[in-house]
């Protein structure tokens, strides 16, 4: 009988493949583990004589187990390594050729209003220490889109080339600052007398997630604002971004993505919104009218 641990010279071979094209650690055991189940339920021979109708029940039989999110994932994993086994001519074709991907609904995420964000900037006396971090901190995070842990990785920014370093989910990136995070960040760390990493500090040293997300939380409980977590300020800045006209590639690039799904996760709760705005410009009919054609 087939063991998919008699494979491990593949799934070796799979799992480097994932790693130098760039993938996080996370992706990377979920992508090999769930090509494992895979094999491991088949069990009727090696990979070569796996066929769609494999694939087909097996993702029928996931449809009645788990949400269709995870099917979705499932088949994105399957589709990894097939296409690694025929790039390495251990296979002649994909068996997951020819099968469309399970869709799911994405539910929007929160995110912060351009209004609200503005209240939590005005909140922040810059007559005071914690004002002034405070205020760096959250144009920070609209303006670039980092996650928390990134965040509080920084060291200070590449002022001519008007970039930051982070550390984090993705590992090391370099991430574009806009003016006014570059000026608000000169004030912090002059006022702060601080020159070198970690860059941002608290009371009693440096500044960690939890502090984060405690400033936050009180800012937000302060002024009337709905606190929709730290995180939220990552979804506003795509958001933002998308409503400004950036490319999609640049935005991912900017984020530190690697697949177009997370920007549509991201941008879910705006779709509408964005929608409408290009149909303004874009309009069939108005742009007939311009051209006068009745």
């Known amino acids: 009988m087939f063991r998919a641990d008699g494979y491990s010279e593949l799934f070796h071979g799979f799992q480097l493949a994932l790693e130098v094209s760039g993938l996080r650690p996370s992706t990377i055991k979920h992508y090999t583990t769930d090509a494992r189940k895979f094999l491991e339920h088949y069990s009727g021979g090696p990979p070569s004589e796996v066929t769609p109708m494999h694939i087909r029940q097996y993702l029928a039989l996931l449809k009645q187990r788990v949400s269709a999110k995870t099917v979705y994932e499932v088949q994105l994993a399957l589709r990894k390594f097939f296409r690694f086994l025929v790039d390495e001519g251990e296979i002649a074709g994909s068996p997951c050729d020819g099968i469309k991907l399970t869709r799911y609904r994405v539910d929007p995420q929160p995110l912060y209003s351009m209004d609200e964000i503005k209240a939590l900037l005005a909140s922040c006396d810059l007559n005071t220490p914690s004002g002034i971090r405070d205020y760096a901190i959250i144009i920070v995070l609209f303006d670039t889109g980092v996650r928390v842990g990134e965040l509080i990785s920084m060291s200070p920014p590449d002022w001519k080339n008007r970039l930051v370093k982070v550390d984090g989910k993705t590992g090391v990136r370099y991430v574009p600052l806009g003016l006014s995070s570059l000026q608000a960040l000169e004030r912090y760390l002059r006022k702060w007398s601080v020159s070198d990493s970690p ?94 054609i009745r």
């Open 199 to 292: 860059m941002w500090r608290g009371k009693y040293g440096p500044l960690t997630t939890s502090g984060v997300l405690q400033m936050v939380r009180r800012r937000c409980s302060s002024f009337g604002i709905p606190y929709k977590g730290v995180h939220a300020f990552r979804r506003s800045a795509a958001a933002q971004m998308k409503r400004m006209g950036m490319n999609d590639s640049d935005i991912m690039e900017i984020m530190g993505w690697g697949e177009v799904t997370m920007l549509r996760r991201y941008v879910a709760s705006v779709s509408l919104e964005l929608a409408q705005s290009a149909h303004r410009q874009f309009s069939p009919v108005d742009s007939a009218v311009a051209f006068n």
